[in-house]
């Protein structure tokens, strides 16, 4: 089974500058998310999807970053204007079921490491 | 104060030792607990998936909850150094979105 794919690995891009990245989640999952992880932190949960709607989507600064899910696969999450503290990696995960089921195992890709210089 | 909080190492220890990693947190409302284990510029892959209190064994592998004391801990029998690795541990409500801890960083030494 192919796992989460995500693209590119690495990004480097000046502040102001914008960014995107993609993600295809493990076939036939319906609940796809977008985590940022800063060097030395845990995962931080920036937006869930279930199929193409956003179930939640509280912590993404919603006045530079910007998801979407189109047909309910696929996803790209941008970033316009970046700035300094957006260096991370970003992660992109799915789950056959939503976050609610007592059994959601969520699958990380390999993220992609953004510098904004 | 953060809702999960973990050592963040890291912790060396000799191939072979017993690895004892924990965490802490403050919202009772957690009812899913997890540990995810994270390599070098690679995503997080889930070891092990506890409901409740109790304990959860898998192999090398044991995940314990006290709810009670709002603790969590994980632990490594026999280690190698392919278990060199940062460890996070996760948790969640019913229904919502999973809240990571810091992750410890793990290296077993030959």
Redesign the interface.
């Given at each position: 089974e192919a796992g989460?794919a995500q693209s590119p690995r690495y990004k480097i891009i000046e502040k102001r500058q914008s960014v995107a990245f993609w993600c295809n989640p493990i076939s036939g999952h319906a609940t796809l998310y977008w985590y940022q992880q800063i060097l030395?932190?845990?995962?931080?949960?920036l937006i869930?999807f279930q199929n193409n709607g956003v179930v939640?989507d509280s912590q993404l600064p919603k006045d530079r970053f910007s998801a979407e899910r189109l047909k309910g696969v696929d996803s790209t999450l941008k970033i316009q204007p970046a700035k300094l503290e957006d260096s991370a990696v970003y992660?992109c995960?799915s789950s056959l079921v939503g976050?609610?089921a007592?059994?959601n195992?969520?699958?990380?890709?390999?993220?992609t490491?953004l510098t904004v210089l | 104060q953060k809702e999960v909080e973990q050592d963040p190492g890291p912790l060396s220890v000799p191939e072979g030792a017993i690895v004892s990693l924990n965490c802490t947190y403050s919202n009772s409302a957690f009812q899913y607990f997890m540990w995810y284990r994270q390599y070098s510029r690679k995503g997080p892959e889930l070891l092990m998936y506890t409901y409740s209190s109790g304990n959860k064994e898998d192999g090398r592998f044991t995940a314990q909850v006290d709810k009670s004391s709002k603790y969590i801990s994980l632990f490594i029998r026999d280690s190698q150094p392919s278990d060199s690795a940062t460890y996070l541990c996760a948790m969640r409500t019913a229904g919502n979105m999973l809240t990571f801890g810091g992750g410890t960083r793990l290296m077993v030494k030959p």
């Open positions: 989460v030395g932190q845990g995962p931080k949960l869930q939640d992660l995960a976050a609610g007592q059994n195992e969520q699958f990380f890709g390999p993220g490491r | -």
